[in-house]
């Protein structure tokens, strides 16, 4: 497993190590020692699966009171992923890393708490499995808009199939007291 620095701190790219014959592949989605021993020193609660039809868009979302790592990939399809700091004080406060994954590419983005998260589905479908590094807590969970011109995301489609929510979800500037704070 190689696991690379992205713009964003904290925000990790990892490419495992797949190993491919005639038969097909195999490759080691997480290992815990090799993980922690790459730098990625964080525990798991919860898996999650999402399935996605093409254009649809999911996202901003971040938990405040109980924040959320996620370590994400994608097993059918392609999807392109989205973090977006939004800790008040950071230095790189709004910005955004996104990264294509896929099922060909087996890559896999590690977004820490603090920052909101996004994806759109570029494939006919996708299948979208994610491990939490806290529990799912309703009521706790909020969001920013995707398409938020202060932010700037690059979007790979146009008109996306969003949920009610996040039709409506705030802009970061208006989020104000339920936004994360950076602690250095």
């Known amino acids: 497993m190689q696991i690379l620095e992205t713009p964003m701190p904290g925000v990790l790219l990892i490419e495992p190590r797949i190993f ?104 006919e479908t996708a299948d979208f499995l994610y491990k939490c590094t806290d529990f799912y807590t309703p009521g706790d969970e909020y969001g920013i808009r995707w398409d938020d011109a202060a932010i700037g995301i690059d979007w790979p489609i146009a008109d996306p199939v969003l949920s009610e929510k996040d039709a409506i979800a705030p802009l970061l500037r208006d989020a104000g007291p339920y936004l994360p704070i950076y602690r250095g």
């Open 20 to 123: 491919k014959d005639d038969r097909g592949f195999f490759f080691e989605s997480y290992h815990e020692k090799r993980a922690w021993d790459a730098g990625l020193q964080v525990k798991f609660v919860q898996d999650n699966h999402s399935f996605s039809k093409q254009g649809t868009l999911r996202g901003l979302h971040y938990q405040l009171n109980n924040p959320q790592g996620k370590l994400v990939r994608v097993v059918t399809g392609e999807v392109f992923d989205v973090a977006v700091d939004i800790r008040q004080g950071s230095p790189t406060f709004g910005q955004w890393y996104g990264a294509y994954l896929s099922a060909e590419n087996h890559r896999q983005l590690y977004v820490p708490p603090g920052f909101a998260h996004g994806f759109c589905v570029l494939s």
